[in-house]
Protein backbone atom coordinates (compact mmCIF):
# COMPACT_ATOMS: atom_id res chain seq x y z
CA UNK A 1 0.00 0.00 0.00
CA UNK A 2 0.71 4.20 -0.66
CA UNK A 3 2.15 4.97 2.74
CA UNK A 4 1.48 9.24 3.18
CA UNK A 5 3.33 11.26 5.14
CA UNK A 6 3.42 15.19 6.14
CA UNK A 7 5.99 17.45 7.36
CA UNK A 8 6.39 19.25 9.63
CA UNK A 9 4.54 17.84 12.30
CA UNK A 10 3.49 20.92 13.85
CA UNK A 11 4.77 24.42 13.57
CA UNK A 12 3.77 27.36 15.46
CA UNK A 13 3.84 31.50 13.33
CA UNK A 14 3.12 34.49 13.63
CA UNK A 15 0.03 36.02 12.55
CA UNK A 16 0.47 37.52 8.67
CA UNK A 17 3.37 34.60 8.07
CA UNK A 18 3.46 32.22 4.55
CA UNK A 19 3.49 28.78 6.21
CA UNK A 20 3.98 25.77 3.89
CA UNK A 21 2.82 21.63 4.53
CA UNK A 22 4.50 19.07 2.75
CA UNK A 23 3.02 16.03 1.87
CA UNK A 24 4.45 13.05 0.47
CA UNK A 25 3.50 9.55 -1.04
CA UNK A 26 5.58 6.41 -1.20
CA UNK A 27 4.67 5.74 -4.94
CA UNK A 28 2.85 8.47 -7.34
CA UNK A 29 -0.67 8.95 -7.04
CA UNK A 30 -0.87 11.99 -10.01
CA UNK A 31 -2.70 14.32 -8.22
CA UNK A 32 -5.05 12.75 -6.81
CA UNK A 33 -4.70 14.33 -3.40
CA UNK A 34 -6.70 15.99 -1.07
CA UNK A 35 -6.30 18.42 1.97
CA UNK A 36 -8.36 19.00 5.13
CA UNK A 37 -8.29 21.33 8.17
CA UNK A 38 -9.70 20.31 11.59
CA UNK A 39 -10.45 23.12 14.29
CA UNK A 40 -10.16 21.56 18.15
CA UNK A 41 -13.75 19.93 18.42
CA UNK A 42 -14.81 20.11 15.47
CA UNK A 43 -15.19 18.13 11.79
CA UNK A 44 -12.63 17.98 9.39
CA UNK A 45 -12.82 20.24 6.53
CA UNK A 46 -12.43 19.67 2.99
CA UNK A 47 -9.80 22.74 1.73
CA UNK A 48 -8.23 21.32 -1.75
CA UNK A 49 -8.65 18.66 -3.94
CA UNK A 50 -6.97 17.52 -6.89
CA UNK A 51 -3.79 18.49 -5.50
CA UNK A 52 -5.13 22.34 -6.39
CA UNK A 53 -8.67 23.01 -6.60
CA UNK A 54 -9.98 24.98 -3.60
CA UNK A 55 -13.23 23.68 -2.47
CA UNK A 56 -15.84 26.37 -2.96
CA UNK A 57 -16.25 28.57 0.35
CA UNK A 58 -12.38 28.22 0.80
CA UNK A 59 -10.34 31.10 1.41
CA UNK A 60 -8.41 31.91 -1.71
CA UNK A 61 -5.12 32.89 0.92
CA UNK A 62 -4.90 28.54 1.28
CA UNK A 63 -3.28 26.97 -2.36
CA UNK A 64 -2.71 23.31 -2.94
CA UNK A 65 0.52 22.33 -5.44
CA UNK A 66 2.10 19.19 -6.68
CA UNK A 67 1.62 15.60 -8.33
CA UNK A 68 3.23 12.68 -8.83
CA UNK A 69 4.53 12.47 -4.88
CA UNK A 70 5.07 15.21 -3.76
CA UNK A 71 2.47 18.34 -2.82
CA UNK A 72 2.25 21.30 -0.71
CA UNK A 73 -0.38 23.02 1.35
CA UNK A 74 -0.03 26.64 1.45
CA UNK A 75 -1.70 29.63 3.69
CA UNK A 76 -0.10 32.69 2.35
CA UNK A 77 -0.73 34.59 5.18
CA UNK A 78 -1.83 32.95 8.41
CA UNK A 79 -4.82 34.01 10.32
CA UNK A 80 -5.67 33.09 14.08
CA UNK A 81 -9.02 31.28 12.58
CA UNK A 82 -6.30 28.96 11.11
CA UNK A 83 -5.38 27.16 14.06
CA UNK A 84 -6.09 23.46 13.40
CA UNK A 85 -4.36 20.13 12.06
CA UNK A 86 -4.08 19.53 8.28
CA UNK A 87 -4.24 16.58 6.90
CA UNK A 88 -3.64 15.40 3.29
CA UNK A 89 -5.09 12.38 2.24
CA UNK A 90 -4.64 10.34 -1.33
CA UNK A 91 -7.55 8.82 -3.47
CA UNK A 92 -5.73 7.60 -6.49
CA UNK A 93 -7.58 4.34 -5.17
CA UNK A 94 -7.80 2.17 -1.85
CA UNK A 95 -6.50 2.60 0.88
CA UNK A 96 -7.78 6.36 0.93
CA UNK A 97 -5.47 6.81 3.64
CA UNK A 98 -4.66 10.56 5.56
CA UNK A 99 -0.89 11.69 6.54
CA UNK A 100 -0.58 12.31 10.28
CA UNK A 101 -1.47 15.45 10.13
CA UNK A 102 0.35 18.78 10.66
CA UNK A 103 -0.80 21.03 13.71
CA UNK A 104 -0.73 24.63 12.78
CA UNK A 105 -0.76 27.12 15.65
CA UNK A 106 0.08 31.18 15.72
CA UNK A 107 3.41 32.35 17.98
CA UNK B 1 -29.13 20.24 2.98
CA UNK B 2 -27.06 17.39 3.66
CA UNK B 3 -27.01 15.99 6.91
CA UNK B 4 -25.59 12.30 8.08
CA UNK B 5 -26.29 11.16 11.58
CA UNK B 6 -24.23 8.42 13.08
CA UNK B 7 -25.33 6.37 16.22
CA UNK B 8 -24.48 3.15 17.40
CA UNK B 9 -21.21 4.05 19.14
CA UNK B 10 -20.91 2.49 23.04
CA UNK B 11 -18.72 1.31 25.21
CA UNK B 12 -17.72 -2.66 24.40
CA UNK B 13 -15.13 -4.89 25.86
CA UNK B 14 -12.73 -6.32 24.30
CA UNK B 15 -13.95 -9.26 21.70
CA UNK B 16 -17.36 -7.75 21.11
CA UNK B 17 -19.36 -6.17 18.44
CA UNK B 18 -21.43 -3.13 17.68
CA UNK B 19 -23.17 -2.03 14.69
CA UNK B 20 -22.70 1.48 13.79
CA UNK B 21 -25.13 3.23 11.68
CA UNK B 22 -25.29 6.35 9.55
CA UNK B 23 -28.63 7.87 8.66
CA UNK B 24 -28.44 10.43 5.30
CA UNK B 25 -30.53 13.26 3.99
CA UNK B 26 -30.06 15.63 1.26
CA UNK B 27 -29.12 13.66 -1.58
CA UNK B 28 -29.50 11.25 -3.66
CA UNK B 29 -27.78 8.49 -1.31
CA UNK B 30 -27.90 5.35 -3.60
CA UNK B 31 -26.00 7.39 -5.96
CA UNK B 32 -22.58 8.04 -3.73
CA UNK B 33 -19.82 6.51 -2.82
CA UNK B 34 -19.85 7.04 1.36
CA UNK B 35 -16.68 6.20 4.17
CA UNK B 36 -15.90 5.34 7.27
CA UNK B 37 -13.16 7.40 9.37
CA UNK B 38 -12.32 7.10 12.62
CA UNK B 39 -10.13 9.32 14.87
CA UNK B 40 -8.25 7.90 18.30
CA UNK B 41 -8.69 10.19 21.07
CA UNK B 42 -5.83 12.99 20.54
CA UNK B 43 -4.84 11.81 17.38
CA UNK B 44 -5.15 11.74 13.52
CA UNK B 45 -7.37 10.39 11.00
CA UNK B 46 -7.62 6.47 9.69
CA UNK B 47 -9.71 6.11 6.67
CA UNK B 48 -11.37 2.48 7.68
CA UNK B 49 -13.86 1.33 4.86
CA UNK B 50 -15.66 2.66 1.52
CA UNK B 51 -18.58 1.23 0.11
CA UNK B 52 -19.12 2.39 -3.65
CA UNK B 53 -22.85 2.86 -5.55
CA UNK B 54 -22.66 -0.11 -7.23
CA UNK B 55 -21.34 -2.14 -3.68
CA UNK B 56 -18.16 -2.91 -4.04
CA UNK B 57 -16.19 -2.24 -0.87
CA UNK B 58 -13.06 -1.60 0.63
CA UNK B 59 -11.26 -1.98 3.95
CA UNK B 60 -8.14 -0.78 5.56
CA UNK B 61 -5.59 -3.49 6.60
CA UNK B 62 -6.04 -3.18 10.04
CA UNK B 63 -10.26 -3.69 10.30
CA UNK B 64 -10.30 -6.31 7.02
CA UNK B 65 -11.78 -9.26 7.82
CA UNK B 66 -13.19 -7.92 11.48
CA UNK B 67 -15.02 -5.13 10.23
CA UNK B 68 -18.06 -4.95 7.20
CA UNK B 69 -19.72 -2.60 5.55
CA UNK B 70 -23.00 -2.13 4.07
CA UNK B 71 -25.62 0.18 2.54
CA UNK B 72 -29.67 0.30 2.71
CA UNK B 73 -30.18 2.54 0.19
CA UNK B 74 -33.95 1.89 1.00
CA UNK B 75 -33.57 3.19 4.13
CA UNK B 76 -30.94 6.22 3.15
CA UNK B 77 -28.30 4.45 5.76
CA UNK B 78 -24.94 3.01 6.09
CA UNK B 79 -23.62 0.33 7.88
CA UNK B 80 -20.64 -0.74 10.09
CA UNK B 81 -20.57 -3.86 11.52
CA UNK B 82 -17.95 -4.23 13.88
CA UNK B 83 -16.52 -7.68 15.30
CA UNK B 84 -13.82 -9.01 17.29
CA UNK B 85 -12.97 -5.53 18.97
CA UNK B 86 -9.96 -4.48 20.08
CA UNK B 87 -8.53 -1.53 22.56
CA UNK B 88 -6.87 0.01 19.78
CA UNK B 89 -10.34 0.11 18.10
CA UNK B 90 -11.20 2.97 19.96
CA UNK B 91 -11.99 5.92 18.31
CA UNK B 92 -14.75 8.56 16.98
CA UNK B 93 -16.59 6.98 13.64
CA UNK B 94 -17.18 9.54 11.12
CA UNK B 95 -19.75 8.44 8.38
CA UNK B 96 -18.50 10.66 4.90
CA UNK B 97 -19.93 11.43 1.70
CA UNK B 98 -18.03 11.43 -1.76
CA UNK B 99 -17.47 14.83 -3.20
CA UNK B 100 -21.00 16.37 -4.32
CA UNK B 101 -19.32 16.57 -8.21
CA UNK B 102 -16.48 15.12 -8.93
CA UNK B 103 -16.29 11.15 -8.70
CA UNK B 104 -13.33 10.28 -6.31
CA UNK B 105 -13.38 9.09 -2.78
CA UNK B 106 -12.91 12.55 -1.04
CA UNK B 107 -14.96 13.78 1.38
CA UNK B 108 -17.12 17.28 1.21
CA UNK B 109 -19.65 16.22 3.91
CA UNK B 110 -18.93 14.52 7.17
CA UNK B 111 -21.14 13.31 10.21
CA UNK B 112 -20.45 14.32 13.65
CA UNK B 113 -19.23 11.14 14.92
CA UNK B 114 -20.08 8.61 17.32
CA UNK B 115 -18.10 7.58 20.27
CA UNK B 116 -16.77 4.00 20.29
CA UNK B 117 -14.61 2.72 23.19
CA UNK B 118 -13.08 -0.63 24.16
CA UNK B 119 -11.94 -1.21 27.06
CA UNK B 120 -12.39 -4.35 29.79
Known amino acids: DIQMTQSPSSLSASVGDRVTITCRASQGISSSLAWYQQKPGKVPKLLIYAASTLQSGVPSRFSGSGSGTDFTLTISSLQPEDVAAYYC?????????FGPGTKVDIK | EVQLLESGGDLVQPGGSLRLSCAVSGFTFSNYAMSWVRQAPGKGLEWVSA???????YYADSVKGRFTISRDNSKNTLYLQMNSLRVEDTAVYYC??????????????WGQGTLVTVSS
Open chain 2, 51 to 57: IFASGAS
Open chain 1, 89 to 97: QKYHSAPFT
Open chain 2, 96 to 109: AKRHTTVTANFFDD
